[in-house]
């Protein structure tokens, strides 16, 4: 009898022993679990701002309010083109918030960014009081290159104490806390207004400017720290910083695609793609439905293109005849930006066909009037694409396709209006992401962009950290190579 007590007694000790083991196991799983949650890296996508369904409502801080400033009230229609319908409430910067970008910008003097808009400065500032007055950038196609001025405009606006912008980004004074050391240099603006040479000048303005951006960017402590490579620079239009380029090529560029430039200097690993400013006004309030719009296929400007854009003049010799494809040359001329915005309205599809590079503006022109684009560009790059999926709302063909008989007519005649109700959908749900405007908002091309940038810089500090691995036995031969890096033939 004592025997089998004493067993019993070794089983049921044997049990909760087991039971007990157990118990601390999922204890000490779970506790790593909220400890690894809580001290995890910062996440700098918004992931809601992605959502297929209606985008919700955010709110910052516990509160709902819509927060304006009145010093910039007066002055934000200047800027701002149109009011998009917003889906959420304006939300009040927040320079707390977790994974906010902390941006160093250099002081540059005022001709190689507000001074080509005709600001003069006023007592030796560098900066115009944007609270009073925001200088007017240039209309017509110098807009579409715009992303600059936009940029800086978010970085000056982020250090009042009432900033209205949603601060994806903060401008700080102390570069050694910065993520990224931006150069707010206008380039694409510099290009277009003294891209050519006058008789009484010796050399062309744009060249001059570049050089001096050179000098100034490459003489500092940051650029020397890092070897640039933690230096920001907006190069957007194609031609823009094409001296400078070859010497500030370690920093990251935010480009409108890689068309003119070789991978060792721009590559999508190292540098951002932005959208361009569309020129077409936004489709506000649009009712219209697949019925309602009478042209299939839209496309309005040059058709004779060098390089790639060859492919524009075969298309329109294949669809010219289409009943319901509209094909004609157009330009910013003679009204022509009103001319397309009604045609693009009108259009189920938007033919975005590469020119003289993969990309042009006419790709963010169909997304604001939310017709559905048709990318024929093989070598496209797109803004965000490594989070947005652009196949839910565009079509892509290939070159090589769109130019077989009635290949490319058959294939969007056979898109059927749920099929394209669906994507036109999309279409309104992604637009803001596209939008320029001051003050930014929560998910519009500003915040967008910034994010992107974010996103690059744990894999730039990577490569800063890995080059000063050998920094304690540096000759000084190689001391001397380190204040303007080589190009390699690859990043």
Known sequence: MGERNASSFGFISRNFLFFLLAITS?????????????????????????????LPSVIDNGSSKESKPKSLDHVKNSVQEEELPQKKKDIKCNKNKKGVLKVYMYDLPPQFHFELLDWKSQGGSVWPDIRTRIPHYPGGLNLQ????????????????????????????????????????????????????????????????????????????EEWKRSGGRDHLIVAHHPNSMLDARTKLWPAMFILADFGRYPPHIANVDKDVIAPYKHMVKSYVNDTSEFDSRP??????GAIYRKDGGS????????????????FSFGSVQKNGIHQASQGMHSSKFCLNIAGDTPSSNRLFDAI???????????????????ILDYSEFCIFVRTSDAVKGNFLINLVRNIKKDEWTHMRDRLKEVQRFFEFQFPSKEGDA??????????????????????????????????????????????
């Open 295 to 300: 042209i299939l296929l839209y496309f309005q």
């Open 145 to 220: 290159h715009s992303i600059e001025y936009w940029l800086t405009l978010d970085l000056l606006a982020s250090e009042f104490p009432d900033n209205p912008s949603a601060c994806g980004a903060i401008r700080v004074h102390n570069s050694s806390g910065a993520d990224i050391i931006f150069v707010p240099f206008f380039s694409s603006l510099s290009y277009n207004k003294y891209s050519k040479k006058s008789p009484q000048q010796n050399k062309i303005n744009n060249k001059v400017l570049q050089e001096k951006v050179v000098r100034f960017v490459t003489s500092q």
């Open 26 to 54: 999922i204890l000490f799983s779970l506790s790593w679990f909220f400890v690894l949650r809580s001290t995890g890296s910062p996440h700098f996508v918004d992931h809601s701002l992605l959502s297929n369904s209606a």
């Open 446 to 491: 500003v915040q967008m962009i910034w994010q992107a940038v974010a996103r690059k810089v744990p894999a730039m500090r990577r490569n800063i950290h890995k080059s000063r691995r050998f920094s304690r036995t540096v000759t000084g031969k190689e001391e001397g190579l380190k204040l303007i890096p080589s190009q390699p033939n690859f990043w």
């Open 311 to 326: 492919v524009r003049q075969e298309l329109f010799y294949l669809l010219k005849d289409e009943k319901d494809v509209h």
């Open 368 to 386: 604001a009037s939310h017709c559905v684009p048709v990318i024929i560009s093989d070598e496209i790059e797109l803004p965000y694409e490594d």
